[in-house]
């Protein structure tokens, strides 16, 4: 709702009254503001998922290249002295040169090994050419598919060329021979990794790549040019699957410190622990650490890969940083390739970055390909140095003492900060850095719970929390925890999963292969589990179950039914209804699971959960039953006896109040149509029959000629806005289209004429497919149809016309398809007309050739009248009628449309009937009945088949569903830990709301003080204004200057203050029908209007008044078999905000009280009269109602006692029917009552005799009673409105209009006063809509 600035400074409201708000606004409950109503019912759409490795590898071979020549310095590096000497951690001369050369190669290879020990191992030591050849294709040639490593050492040859050239050596190392790294990458083939250790590396990687897209090049020619020497070879492998990993830039030399190994970089990336901590020690900073030496880093304790010793706990430490450096700067699809991909590839990259912090340090920069972005400055490298430095603080007490090793506190220091991270931070952010050590973390005993919690609060941020999680790689171990039988780790796990399935369900597979669900379906089966673990447990089964075989048989064995159903009475709503969708998921399509639900007797354990108080466990129930139901197996007599048994228990559902229900209703109906479709198809073909032959008794001539007249001339025609209510309810949209039924204007659904010439009408087929609109096609039944059959079955004796027993199962479930049809809210009626036409249009495809009518059948059978819509005048013959005038009765009722300028008046041929008013199904359904039949036989060629595919776009398919399902799992999704915004003092909703409540207190003060001195003249007439239909309900805004207006299917909103019209929407009621009273709801915060009809419909809107388009959010039926008439009170309605509650009555027998919370009907209370209820009014802290009754009784019921005895009160006074019985809200309130002779009465609720009366005005049409100021004001057919004190003193009488020309008012047909200021609203039926209050200076 927008601010109502204006109403800050209107001069009523000063803000120097600021006192205290009055609380009482936030303790009333809130209608209709779940998210049921507020969010589409869908799934959230998928996120594309990216962190399943395509393609997981390994390297399984290893080729070691070293061309070292011991004792022989190639001749263009000039050593220092000392150099750095040590290869692989051994001095070359401290032995003989060949054994130095076998003792290194030894020992790099173990140094590989421990990286990864199960690859091929091959050392080629000072190769010549064809060595390195042979070496190379015979790996690859074993590999297949698979990695390969090339691991070089030139530091006993010359650096590598510009052209791409490595050196070695020729068989007596006489020469250097030179090799071209475009015969290395032929040999070596794809994939691979290089490994160059040597000066100048930097130029291998660029010839490489030169290389490799020259290559590619070649490739291009050879494949366009057939002749090309190339085209007849086998393709060379593509190198763009090649990783290069390279000591330094092509211009950089390696460092000869003596301090250091020659081979840094291989020490780096094969012993990165050793080399990190004597580049430690190295530094200036180790000072800081006493007595630590090189000698005794060499003597540090325990083995690398375990973890409890310091040698492993560093080990574990170095891991976690690297990775977390190369997740938080490496973009996410690298990271899963160099990082995730391949053990060792890995492994290396992670060494890689140590590398390129210690090699920097001596002007050295590695390079890699691909290319990572620079790590060394990273501030977890500070992490690094800190653990490095605590561990060898401790090791000469340690080493020459013996003391315990104390462990690092490295994780649980980095768990505290991703915990500062989840508390503190704001929602838009950078991603936490500490995300890839939590994983590591649950790798250990000692911190995993701590480690899951932080994990589970981080998933619960959102789906895209949890994508991060996944791309860092948790599932694998997320999937292994699931084999700990820790109780303590359930909880959390259980969450874990939850939020992991509701983003991403393609872990179902997964889980059923690890054997996961077993974990979770024991924790469901455990009843000292919470009812929130059960509901996740049971929200990931039926995830694994979903649309699934093998999950389903998994679950099936793991006796996940029997578990089910034991928790369907549980006290936990999500838990009931999540039961009972994972059971509507286990025995969809999946015959053998219903077969157990069936001995279980699963459906009758379900019914219970269909009168559930909460609508989403109805929901989920009528899923279940409906999948129940839907099962395709073969059939047998005791299978059908069930499948009827669940359907009549479902049809009880065809008035539930909440739409969700309803329209899984239709869904759970439609698996049962497609499973007896013969069967249905005879019942519609009889019903079909029926309509055609049955005039239905017309329930009102409802076009008053009053309401044609006026407007027709009135040069400003209203428009109409297009309302939304979520699938754009099927209001008028067009500018043309808009003038509802008043003027009836005679147009096509786009809006513009349909030109009409008896050329149009092929004489092939009937004339009924080619009239109307281009859509046509679209239905078999339309909705006026449909709606006459529903009138047909409800009130005629069908049973003589039908063969079948015609309350079979079939027959009434078409019933009550055909009453969904009619339902007002547009989604449901959508999918039961999308169903009743599929089985339609089967059923005469197959009844084709029989023909029903004669073709003379276009008689004016029945009166026309908009009620019977022009159903009966319906073509079934071959030869079209002749458009001729008479060829139809309806022509006399409707007027011409007007010929505005400029425009044509739209052509149609005459005997099409009009539907001005439009059904709520308008712009779907053609205006005009579509046949059955198709004519004489003889017009059924190909032709005509043709089309019949295209006709099929609306019908259903058999798997219709509705995002129910979906929609829920969402809420696991979504942040279940975070306060809602509503709770959130700092939030915009939050003050919006305090800002509303402030206003209302202040409207309440202020008009409270001006009541209190007393009106004394209400005449004052502060607003006037043409409604664009005739107004018949009026309701001020209890809080805002916004007063609703509704005509018979309309409703118009007014800003009173400002004087100008805000919004002006179609209800959506059908044309025969008229709104009879509205209620705002909620009016104290958000309000939302309730419209009621006198077909019973209950319909809600929001986004009205504002800039935005009307929504429906939620409509239904609150009284049923309700016939429109003229002269009936239509439907009158009484809401209570305090309890929820919404009292309804009319033209029935019954006071039928609604629980909006629930949205089920909660009591019937029965009148115990004849006539009909006219007004009703209600007190929740006294729990009576009030009513007005047709018959001039006015009954005071007392809602707390049962049926036969509720009635407490009855009085007789009056002798004919009752304008408005107004019960006082005071705990001594009275009864007020009028009649339609103007005499007004008082009574004690006690005693059985008025206790006052008044006389007032006779031939009362309307009148109202102010609640605060003890007013009375009564409106006359007779043109005026008089305004009386409590003692029944006039001290208004209202005749003429304020203004130059003093127009007398027109006949009164509505007023109403505002709930707080002394306002009086007026609406006559000259259109005009005016506003009268006391005095100005009282204001």
């Not at 959960?609 to 059939?635: K, Q, Y």
Request: proline share 7%; net charge neutral.
């Amino acid at each position: 709702m927008k601010m109502d600035s204006e109403l800050l400074h209107s001069p009523a409201v000063c803000l120097a009254e600021e006192e205290e708000a009055d609380t009482s606004d936030w303790n009333l409950p809130l209608a209709f503001m779940k998210k049921r109503h507020s969010e589409k019912i869908e799934g959230s759409k998928a996120l594309a998922q990216s962190w399943r490795m395509k393609d997981r590898m390994k390297t399984v071979s290893v080729a070691l290249v070293l061309c070292l020549n011991v004792g022989v310095d190639p001749p263009d590096v000039v050593k220092t002295s000392p150099c750095a000497r040590l290869e692989c951690w051994i001095d070359p001369l401290s032995m003989s040169p060949q054994k130095a050369l076998e003792t290194i190669g030894a020992n790099l290879q173990k140094q590989y090994e421990n990286w990864q020990p199960r690859a091929r191992y091959k050392q080629s030591l000072d190769p010549t050419v064809d060595e390195v050849k042979k070496l190379c294709t015979s790996l690859r040639r074993n590999a297949k598919e698979e990695r390969v490593l090339f691991h070089y050492n030139g530091h006993g040859v010359p650096r590598p060329t510009v052209n791409g050239e490595i050196w070695v050596f020729n068989k007596n190392y006489t020469q250097y021979i030179p090799l071209s790294v475009y015969d290395l990458q032929t040999w070596m083939g794809s994939p691979s990794i290089f490994v160059y250790d040597c000066s100048n590396a930097g130029i291998i990687v660029k010839s490489f790549k030169q290389f490799a897209l020259q290559r590619e090049q070649e490739l291009e020619v050879a494949a366009i040019n057939p002749n090309h020497p190339l085209a007849q070879m086998p393709l060379p492998p593509s190198m763009k699957n090649c990783i290069q990993l390279a000591a330094c830039e092509a211009s950089e030399l390696l460092p000869m410190n003596p301090d250091l190994p020659a081979d840094l970089f291989t020490s780096c990336l094969t012993t990165p622990i050793k080399i990190a901590l004597r580049w430690f020690c190295m530094q200036k900073s180790a000072k800081l650490v006493p007595g630590v030496t090189l000698d005794l880093i060499e003597k540090i304790p325990g083995r690398l890969n375990d973890r409890r010793t310091p040698l492993g706990e560093l080990n574990w430490i170095f891991t976690a940083i690297t990775d977390t450096i190369a997740w938080n700067v490496l973009p996410r699809d690298l990271f899963q390739k160099l990082f995730r991909q391949d053990l060792l590839v890995a492994s290396l990259f992670r060494n890689f970055l140590l590398a390129e912090r210690i090699m920097r340090s001596y002007n050295c920069t590695p390079v890699s390909s691909p290319r990572l972005p620079p790590t060394y400055m990273h501030a977890m490298w500070q992490a690094w140095d800190l653990a490095v430095d605590i561990c060898l603080s401790q090791l000469p007490t340690i080493i020459e003492e013996g003391t315990a090793f104390r462990h690092s506190p490295f994780f649980a220091e980095q768990l505290t900060a991703f915990q500062v991270w989840l508390t503190m931070g704001v929602e838009n952010r950078n991603p936490p850095e500490q995300l890839p050590i939590v994983l590591q973390v649950l790798l250990s005993q000692v911190h995993r719970l701590r480690a899951l919690d932080l994990l589970g609060r981080f998933l619960d941020l959102g789906p895209w929390a949890v994508s991060l999680a996944l791309s860092v790689g948790i599932f694998p171990y997320v999937l292994k925890l699931l084999q700990s039988s820790a109780r303590e780790l359930r909880p959390l796990l259980v969450f874990i999963w939850a939020k992991i399935l509701a983003v991403d369900s393609s872990c179902q597979a997964d889980l059923v292969k690890d054997n996961g669900h077993k974990y979770f379906l024991s924790v469901l089966a455990d009843p000292y589990m919470p009812a929130e673990h059960r509901t996740m447990a049971v929200f990931i089964l039926a995830v694994i179950v979903n649309s699934y075989t093998t999950g389903q048989e998994a679950c099936l064995q793991g006796n996940l039914i029997a578990i089910c159903l034991e928790q369907l009475s549980d006290p936990h709503p999500l838990l009931r209804q999540w039961v009972a969708i994972c059971l509507g998921r286990i025995w969809q399509n999946f015959d053998s699971a219903r077969w157990c639900g069936v001995r279980d007797s699963a459906h009758e354990k379900l019914y219970s959960l269909l009168s559930d108080p909460i609508p989403e466990v109805r929901c989920a129930a009528v899923f279940a039953l409906g999948t129940f139901v839907g099962n395709s197996a073969e059939r047998t007599d005791h299978s059908t006896t069930i499948d009827h048994n669940v359907a009549m228990m479902l049809a009880q559902l065809i008035n539930d109040g909440s739409p969700v229900v309803r329209k899984e209703l239709v869904v759970a109906l439609s698996h049962l149509v497609v499973q007896y479709e013969s069967n249905f198809c005879t019942v519609a073909l009889q019903f079909m029959e029926e309509e055609k032959n049955y005039p239905v008794p017309s329930p009102a001539n409802t076009l008053e000629p009053c309401n044609l007249t006026p407007v027709r001339d009135s040069p400003a025609i209203p428009r109409l806005r297009s309302v939304n209510s979520y699938t754009n309810i099927r209001a008028a949209t067009t500018a043309r289209n808009l003038n509802k039924s008043l003027q009836n204007l005679n147009l096509n659904e786009e809006g513009g004429p349909v030109t009409f010439s008896p050329g149009n009408l092929s004489t092939s087929s009937s004339a009924s497919s080619t009239l109307g609109s281009p859509d046509n096609d679209e239905y078999i039944l339309s909705f006026e149809t449909i709606d006459k059959m529903r009138r047909v079955s409800s009130y005629s004796s069908l049973n003589s016309l039908i063969g079948v027993s015609f309350n079979s199962v079939y027959t009434q479930i078409w019933r009550v398809l055909l009453h969904l049809a009619a339902d007002p809210f547009p989604e449901v009626s959508d999918l039961a007309m999308k169903v009743l036409n599929s089985i339609a249009y089967k059923a005469t495809m197959n009844a084709r050739p029989q023909r029903i009518l004669d073709s003379g059948s276009l008689t004016q059978s029945a009166p026309a009248s908009p009620t019977s819509k022009g159903a009966h005048i319906h073509q079934a013959g071959g030869s079209p009628p002749m458009p001729s005038a008479s060829s139809s009765s309806l022509t006399n009722e409707v007027p011409k449309p007007p010929t505005r300028g400029g425009e044509q008046p739209p052509t149609r041929p005459p005997y099409t009937p009009t539907l001005g008013g439009q059904a709520p199904h308008s712009h779907q359904f053609p205006r005009t009945r579509k046949m059955f039949d198709k004519g004489p036989s003889g017009s059924e060629q190909a032709g005509d088949d043709a089309d019949d595919p295209g006709g099929h776009k609306a019908y259903m398919n058999a798997n219709l569903s509705t995002g129910l399902c979906d929609w829920s799992a969402k809420y696991f999704a979504q942040p279940v830990m975070k306060i809602p915004e509503e709770h959130d003092v700092e939030s915009q909703v939050r003050k919006e709301r305090e800002w509303r409540f402030l206003r209302n207190a202040r409207v309440r003060k202020q008009s409270q003080r001006i009541t209190q001195r007393g009106v004394t003249r209400l005449d004052d007439q502060i607003f006037i204004n043409r409604n664009p239909g005739v107004p018949s309900v009026v309701k001020f805004h209890p809080f805002n200057p916004c007063i609703a207006v509704a005509d018979k299917d309309s409703i118009c909103f007014w800003d009173w203050e400002k004087a100008e019209r805000l919004d002006y929407f179609y209800n959506g009621n059908p044309r025969y029908t008229r709104i009879t009273a509205m209620e705002y709801l909620n009016g104290h915060d958000y309000s939302l209007l309730l419209t009621a009809t006198d077909d019973g419909a209950l319909r809600i809107w929001k986004n009205f008044a504002d800039q935005r388009n009307p929504e429906m959010v939620t409509a239904w039926q609150g009284l049923s078999d309700m016939l429109p008439t003229t002269r009936g009170a239509g439907m009158v309605v009484d809401w209570e905000q305090e309890t929820g509650l919404l009292m309804t009555s009319g033209d029935v027998r019954v006071i039928r009280i609604w629980d909006t919370e629930r949205e089920m009907k909660v009591q019937d209370i029965p009148t115990g009269a004849d006539s009909c209820v006219t007004c009703l009014s209600c007190d929740s802290q006294r729990s009576l109602i009030a009513a007005g009754l047709g018959d001039g009784s006015v009954r005071l019921y007392d809602r707390r006692m049962g049926a036969n005895e509720c009635r407490v009160m009855t009085y007789r006074e009056h002798s004919s029917w009752v304008v408005k019985a107004h019960l006082q809200k005071q705990t001594d309130g009275k009864i007020i009552s009028v009649s339609v002779d103007g005499d007004v009465r008082f009574f004690e609720l006690r005693s059985p005799d008025s206790v006052n009366v008044l006389q007032t005005v006779k031939g009362l049409t309307a009148l109202d009673i102010h609640p605060q100021a003890n007013l009375f004001a009564c409106g006359s057919m007779n043109q005026f409105i008089a305004v009386y004190n409590s003692n029944g003193d006039v001290i208004s009488n209202i005749k003429y209009y304020d203004g130059f020309m003093g127009q007398r008012i027109g006949a009164i047909s509505c007023l109403a006063f505002h709930p707080y200021w002394p306002h009086l609203a007026v609406g006559s039926n000259d259109y005009y809509m005016s506003i009268y209050s006391a005095e100005k200076r009282l204001r």
